[in-house]
């Protein structure tokens, strides 16, 4: 099986920066995800990695490291419309490498 | 639409009943995904279909769960004798899908594409 692990939920103030952490088990890793949930509101992508290091895009930077099992998602300069749920997903290429296990997501608050 | 559409939005229904709930993916998508996520969970996954046939149905939970996809694109996830803990929102997912090395199928290294999803509550 996979097992993904994140933290529940944190509160942090706009402007700040925060990192989600995810760690996870699998046998043969193919890929991890980000992706960002409103309440209500269907998931939608942020980003991926397969290579260990960092990819920026804009505000949101992702970081893996595939020896360690870690992945963490850093949010720069909250705003308001960042509270959502952050979920990590793995790939599995012996799950048939064609779909995603979800961690239970981290839920960030952002307060002014 | 552009995106991928659910329907119903929201299904109340009784124990025991049967409930249909409907996927309609971004057009051109040959890859068409259903999870259930129960609050405060992430999404858990129930099928994956390539095309018209199912790839991978190994989270489906039992039998009484069932879907298909007969003309390779609108899928329909059909739930019989539901069951309290049936209770979810049941979301869908398309992607396009590329051919890889050895002619293998893969997800491109992007996203899937969700759906708003179908709150299913069983009382």
């Not at chain 1, 705003?79 to 490498?97: E, I, T």
């Not at chain 2, 971004?26 to 790839?55: C, D, M, V």
Request: charged share 20%.
């Amino acid at each position: 099986g996979q097992n993904i692990d994140q933290p529940t939920e944190m509160t942090a103030t706009e402007g700040a920066i925060v990192q989600i952490n995810c760690t996870y088990q699998t046998s043969g890793f193919n890929g991890l995800f980000w992706y960002q949930q409103h309440a209500g509101e269907a998931p939608t992508f942020l980003s991926y990695n397969v290579l260990d290091g960092l990819e920026e895009k804009g505000r949101f930077s992702s970081f893996l490291s595939r020896s360690k099992g870690y992945s963490y998602l850093l949010l720069k300069e909250l705003q308001m419309k960042d509270s959502a749920s952050y979920l990590c997903a793995v790939r599995d290429h012996l799950y048939g490498n064609n779909r995603l296990a979800f961690g239970k997501g981290n839920q960030v608050v952002v307060i002014p | 639409g552009a995106g991928v559409s659910q329907t119903p939005s929201n299904k109340v229904t009784e124990k025991g009943k049967y409930v249909e709930l409907r996927c309609d993916p971004i057009s051109g998508h040959t890859a068409l995904y259903w999870y259930r996520q129960s609050l405060g969970q992430g999404p858990e996954f129930l099928i994956y279909f390539q095309g018209t046939g199912a790839a991978d149905d190994s989270g489906l939970p039992n039998d009484r769960f069932f879907a298909v996809r007969p003309e390779g694109s609108v899928s329909t996830l059909k739930i019989q004798r539901t069951e309290r803990g049936d209770s979810a929102m049941y979301l869908c997912a398309s992607s396009p899908c590329i051919r890889g090395d050895r002619g293998s199928l893969n997800l491109q290294p992007g996203e899937l594409f969700f759906g708003e999803g179908s709150r299913l509550t069983v009382l």
